[in-house]
């Protein structure tokens, strides 16, 4: 099946009894049991497929995961609390029984610099960040630091950088390391690291799978060797998805084909009319001619399609206080936090994804005050295109 049809139908209508449901009904118990004892002591050990406790999985996880492991073309998939714990998940899977230190790409979205830093890095991992688009400089690093794990985005927050993750992933490889992808931002539909030889993906649900803005939750999607270290690690430390919340994001599963094709052809149109604007300094969209990587992004993205993030930076913005004075003046698109639903979002990284780095840090990133973050909804294009100008206009 084609994802339209996948994200449709996948994981749902498992018989109960006599009947089938159309759709995975909310499992809210804690425990579950069998009329036979040596059917749950057997499912207890994993010898036979079932459910027996809710820190382990649920039949709504366990649709979910089954619908997003078809999705990236894993091995298995876990459901989590969010998606900075599938990040840290991830990462503590891709350690086991390898060298604890992460070589890291320097552009990535500000909580995960966070994670590495004042989480992993206490813990007696090693944490370097360079790179990841210069492949020369890369490689260096990897023979200096021999990382027993890679982390980078398919897409990086907020400046839209891509890298050859196939080419990375056969260095991770050559090493013996374990390339982790956050491909939030592009989602299956715009590339699947998997297929590229990324060992596991990561997914915040609250984004574009899920795309309504009403679940927190994130997912890892990994390869065989690396499927069961991920439920092991579950299974004793509980970061679980709970059945409402995978009801949800498997409900806007079935929709995000739709949502998502829309809302990449709605910032090709803003993008286009945002790279024209006197207000504007300078646009970063993957399908910009000019974009840095965008012979990369021919090789490795869906025709056709880029994303649905636009950043862009406001030419007569000095300060803070002058992109406040922008948001403000916005009358339909939401100034929140998150990207990826059905509203178009836009985010100002100064106080919020990249709130907790310095101000150098952010400068050496490239993230300068006047930038912002457009996540576009699907709402018409020239609806989104006039506030826009007017709030441009306003400032």
């Not at 813990?123 to 960040?129: D, E, H, L, P, S």
């Amino acid at each position: 099946m084609n994802i339209d049809s996948q994200a449709v139908h996948t994981g749902e209508r498992k018989p109960l009894g006599r009947y089938i449901p159309v759709t995975t009904p909310i499992y809210t118990a804690a425990s579950y049991i069998y009329n036979d004892i040596d059917d749950l002591d057997r499912v207890f050990g994993q010898e036979l497929e079932g459910e027996s406790y809710a820190r382990y999985s649920n039949p709504n996880s366990t649709a979910l995961e089954e619908l997003l492991t078809q999705l990236e073309a894993g091995a298995g998939s876990l459901v989590t609390s969010s998606g900075m714990m599938a990040i840290h998940l991830a990462v503590n899977a891709a350690l086991v029984d390898k060298c604890k230190s992460v070589v890291a790409a320097n552009a990535l979205y500000g909580a995960t610099i966070g994670l590495l830093t004042r989480i992993v890095e206490p813990q007696g991992v090693a944490i370097r960040f360079t790179d990841f688009n210069d492949l020369d400089s890369l490689r260096k690093v990897i023979e200096e630091e021999k990382p027993g794990c890679l982390l980078m985005e398919t897409i990086s927050n907020p400046l839209l950088r891509v890298a050859e993750i196939d080419k990375i992933a056969q260095m991770a490889r050559d090493a013996g390391a374990v390339l982790v992808v956050d491909s939030t931002f592009a989602t299956p539909m715009l590339c699947r690291p998997m297929e590229l030889g990324a060992h596991m993906v990561t997914h915040s649900l609250t984004k574009y799978i899920s795309g309504h803005g009403d679940v927190l939750g994130g997912a890892v999607i990994a390869d065989a060797d690396h499927n069961q270290i991920l439920h092991a690690t579950s299974r004793t430390l509980g970061p679980v998805l709970g059945p409402f919340e995978c009801y949800l994001a498997s409900r806007g599963a079935k929709t995000y084909p739709l949502r998502f094709e829309r809302q990449c052809r709605n910032a090709i149109q803003v993008a286009g009319f945002l790279e024209n604007h006197p207000g504007v300094e300078r646009i970063y969209f993957p399908a910009d001619p000019k974009h840095p990587d965008a012979a990369i992004i021919a090789r490795l993205f869906t025709p056709g399609m880029f994303g649905a993030i636009v950043s862009f930076e406001l030419k007569r913005a000095a300060n803070k206080q002058d992109v406040f004075r922008f948001m403000n003046a916005l009358r339909m698109i939401v100034p929140a936090t998150s990207l990826g639903d059905v509203h178009s979002m836009i985010l100002y990284p100064l106080i919020a994804s990249h709130r907790e780095l310095s101000p150098k840090h952010r400068e050496r990133m490239g993230i300068r005050d006047n930038l912002v973050r457009l996540s576009l909804g699907i709402e018409a294009a020239d609806d989104v295109i006039a506030d826009l100008d007017h709030a441009l206009k306003s400032c």
